[in-house]
């Protein structure tokens, strides 16, 4: 096996990735764009998306870290606006995406559009909430477009697999389709309800912090396969899985969740930067097997297709958003009344990613039972390749604009830290209570300075961050915080120079040496996390 390509692969994404952060353009974008380029370089090799590895080896790990990221609590308050999407509009743009392909191509039967309905009706929100990211957009509406990511997928794959039975033969009916729909969604949730709880307590009771990480790494390959052994939805029982682990993270060993986040930023980096560099590189692929449809016939499918798919989610967001609200009072109690603007940039931010084009690759290429080609399967994949490509590429680089343009309030950094000082100030004034207490009991006696040692780390966490509200130094621009992390950051470089100088004149060996780097590296990352 020649991994040369895979290498190239990883190492070119990566450093792409890490150059669009200097760059106005979102990293998704950027990939999207230069893969592109290079498909057609010589000497670059085919790289085929096959759905047999996308599916289960590279979705489950990014829904993980996307869901153990988010916030339970965020996601339950924003329930039926995620619902309406993930669930609703995968629906409605599968039937009506598919309808629209079946009126505008010849020949090509029912069956076969509403397959590719529900291949392009998923968006792939992980470029939309990075531009979200960069561009501060209110937390209501990242968490909406976050939450539509995390469930969409199990729906339309659900519904790409009950289209796709109609359509090569194997007698769907309407009620054995949504028989299927309920067994995937419910079976989904109760697999991550029944594997969640002990997987949890392996965490708590696990102290090695590299077996804790051996097991994280596991987990969302775990609930996607144990979902998908019992035809339940895969995506749904990683999503469950990942989102009680993440509401009860605190409760795992500090040095686990230390090394379990570093651990899953450069997975999550690795993989998203491939896929998207992927995407551009199925050109070449996509174009070899077009046969008939090349030239005008072809872009002007490509050019409907997109078209349909960006309006049927405009006709689906805004009633979805605005009806509820005139038909439940109790939606007008619980709820804010929304502005024209967010929905107009949860419409705009719909852009199709990799796993529609995973899906796309999966379609078989022949008839249930016979040797007859599946209708239009090449024009289905360029199509879903037209779609990716121009919902990232339009509404990508014309989103960061728009927000702009709409004014739309981002957050409030202001409030958001008053809300972190007054949270720092309660647990500082129950830690010194609780540290009182301990004081009183002969068994923890300590010396006097160690004792207030305790007390100026407490009072130093407690004015970090009202101190980031204070005035800058006029001639550095720092607040007082941060010339005090960078000072303590000079000091614990001057300690790690005078170590390595004792390694190397052989009073200390390595392995106390690494002891030593260890706890300072400790203290500088617990410098770094406050400065973030």
Same mark, same amino acid.
């Given at each position: 096996?020649?991994?040369?390509?895979? $290498?190239?692969?990883?190492?070119?994404?990566?450093?792409?990735?890490?150059?669009?952060?200097r760059?106005?353009?979102?990293?998704?974008?950027?990939?999207?764009?230069?893969?592109?380029?290079?498909?057609?370089?010589?000497?670059?090799p085919?790289?085929?998306?096959?759905?047999?590895?996308?599916?289960?080896?590279?979705?489950?790990?990014?829904?993980?870290?996307?869901?153990?990221?988010?916030?339970?609590?965020?996601?339950?308050?924003?329930?039926?606006?995620?619902?309406?999407?993930?669930?609703?509009?995968?629906?409605?743009?599968?039937?009506?995406?598919?309808?629209?392909?079946?009126?505008?191509?010849?020949?090509?039967?029912?069956?076969?559009?509403?397959?590719?309905?529900?291949?392009?009706?998923?968006?792939?929100?992980?470029?939309?909430?990075?531009?979200?990211?960069?561009?501060?957009?209110?937390s209501?509406?990242?968490?909406?477009?976050?939450?539509?990511?995390?469930?969409?997928?199990?729906?339309?794959?659900?519904a790409?697999?009950?289209?796709?039975?109609?359509?090569?033969?194997?007698?769907?009916?309407?009620?054995?389709?949504?028989?299927?729909?309920?067994?995937?969604?419910?079976?989904?949730?109760?697999?991550?309800?029944?594997?969640?709880?002990?997987?949890?307590?392996?965490?708590?009771?696990?102290?090695?912090?590299? $077996?804790q990480n051996?097991?994280?790494?596991?987990?969302?390959?775990?609930?996607?396969?144990?979902?998908?052994?019992?035809?339940?939805?895969?995506?749904?029982?990683?999503?469950?899985?990942?989102?009680?682990?993440?509401?009860?993270?605190?409760?795992?060993?500090?040095?686990?969740?230390?090394?379990?986040?570093?651990?899953?930023?450069?997975?999550?980096?690795?993989?998203?930067?491939?896929?998207?560099?992927?995407?551009?590189?199925?050109?070449?692929?996509?174009?070899?097997?077009?046969?008939?449809?090349?030239?005008?016939?072809?872009?002007?499918?490509?050019?409907?297709?997109?078209?349909?798919?960006?309006?049927?989610?405009?006709?689906?967001?805004?009633?979805?958003?605005?009806?509820?609200?005139?038909?439940?009072?109790?939606?007008?109690?619980?709820?804010?009344?929304?502005?024209?603007?967010?929905?107009?940039?949860?419409?705009w931010?719909?852009?199709?990613?990799?796993?529609? $084009?995973?899906?796309?690759?999966?379609?078989?290429?022949?008839?249930?039972?016979?040797?007859?080609?599946?209708?239009?399967?090449?024009?289905?994949?360029?199509?879903?390749?037209?779609?990716?490509?121009?919902?990232?590429?339009?509404?990508?680089?014309?989103?960061?604009?728009?927000?702009r343009?709409?004014?739309?309030p981002?957050?409030?950094v202001?409030?958001?830290?008053?809300?972190?000082?007054?949270?720092?100030?309660?647990?500082?004034?129950?830690?010194?209570?609780?540290?009182?207490?301990? $004081?009183?009991?002969?068994?923890?006696?300590?010396?006097?300075p160690?004792?207030d040692?305790?007390?100026?780390?407490?009072?130093?966490?407690?004015?970090?961050?009202?101190?980031?509200?204070?005035?800058?130094?006029?001639?550095?621009?720092?607040?007082?915080?941060?010339?005090?992390?960078?000072?303590?950051?000079?000091?614990?470089?001057?300690?790690?120079?005078?170590?390595?100088?004792?390694?190397?004149?052989?009073?200390?060996?390595?392995?106390?040496?690494?002891?030593?780097?260890?706890?300072?590296?400790?203290?500088?990352?617990?410098?770094?996390?406050?400065a973030a």
């Open positions: 096996m020649d991994v040369m390509p895979l $290498l190239l692969l990883v190492a070119g994404s990566a450093a792409i990735a890490a150059a669009a952060r760059t106005p353009v979102p990293a998704p974008l950027l990939l999207v764009a230069i893969g592109l380029a290079v498909s057609y370089v010589p000497g670059v085919d790289y085929t998306l096959d759905p047999h590895i996308v599916l289960p080896l590279i979705l489950p790990p990014l829904l993980h870290t996307a869901a153990t990221d988010s916030s339970y609590l965020d996601l339950r308050a924003q329930l039926r606006p995620v619902a309406m999407l993930s669930v609703g509009y995968v629906l409605f743009a599968t039937f009506v995406v598919g309808w629209a392909l079946y009126l505008i191509v010849p020949d090509l039967p029912l069956t076969a559009a509403l397959v590719f309905g529900a291949v392009v009706a998923p968006p792939d929100a992980v470029a939309a909430t990075a531009v979200a990211r960069r561009v501060g957009l209110p209501r509406i990242t968490t909406i477009l976050q939450g539509e990511s995390l469930l969409n997928d199990a729906t339309a794959i659900t790409y697999r009950v289209a796709l039975a109609a359509a090569v033969g194997e007698g769907a009916t309407w009620a054995g389709g949504i028989g299927e729909f309920l067994l995937a969604a419910i079976g989904g949730v109760v697999v991550g309800l029944v594997l969640m709880a002990p997987i949890h307590w392996l965490r708590t009771h696990i102290k090695e912090a590299l $077996l051996t097991l994280s790494l596991l987990i969302p390959f775990v609930a996607y396969a144990v979902a998908e052994q019992v035809h339940a939805s895969g995506v749904l029982a990683v999503v469950v899985v990942a989102l009680y682990l993440g509401h009860r993270a605190w409760e795992v060993d500090f040095a686990t969740r230390l090394q379990e986040e570093a651990v899953w930023k450069m997975v999550a980096f690795v993989l998203e930067s491939a896929v998207f560099a992927l995407i551009g590189l199925q050109l070449p692929v996509v174009l070899r097997g077009l046969g008939q449809y090349e030239g005008a016939d072809a872009a002007w499918y490509a050019l409907a297709v997109f078209l349909v798919v960006v309006a049927a989610r405009f006709v689906w967001v805004y009633p979805a958003t605005f009806l509820p609200r005139l038909l439940s009072a109790r939606i007008r109690e619980r709820e804010e009344n929304p502005s024209w603007k967010g929905p107009f940039i949860i419409a931010a719909g852009m199709r990613g990799v796993v529609s $084009l995973a899906i796309a690759f999966s379609i078989p290429l022949t008839m249930h039972d016979s040797e007859e080609p599946f209708p239009h399967r090449n024009l289905i994949l360029f199509l879903t390749f037209t779609t990716v490509i121009g919902t990232l590429v339009v509404q990508g680089l014309t989103l960061p604009p728009l927000i343009l709409l004014k739309v981002g957050r409030d202001q409030a958001e830290t008053l809300a972190e000082a007054n949270a720092q100030a309660q647990a500082s004034r129950a830690a010194e209570r609780r540290l009182d207490e301990l $004081l009183t009991d002969e068994r923890n006696a300590l010396p006097a160690l004792a040692r305790l007390r100026i780390v407490l009072e130093r966490r407690r004015n970090a961050v009202w101190e980031r509200l204070g005035q800058a130094n006029p001639v550095t621009g720092e607040s007082v915080d941060d010339t005090y992390r960078r000072l303590s950051r000079e000091m614990i470089s001057a300690e790690r120079e005078v170590f390595v100088r004792l390694r190397d004149a052989r009073y200390i060996d390595d392995e106390m040496l690494r002891t030593l780097l260890r706890r300072l590296d400790l203290e500088e990352a617990a410098a770094f996390r406050e």
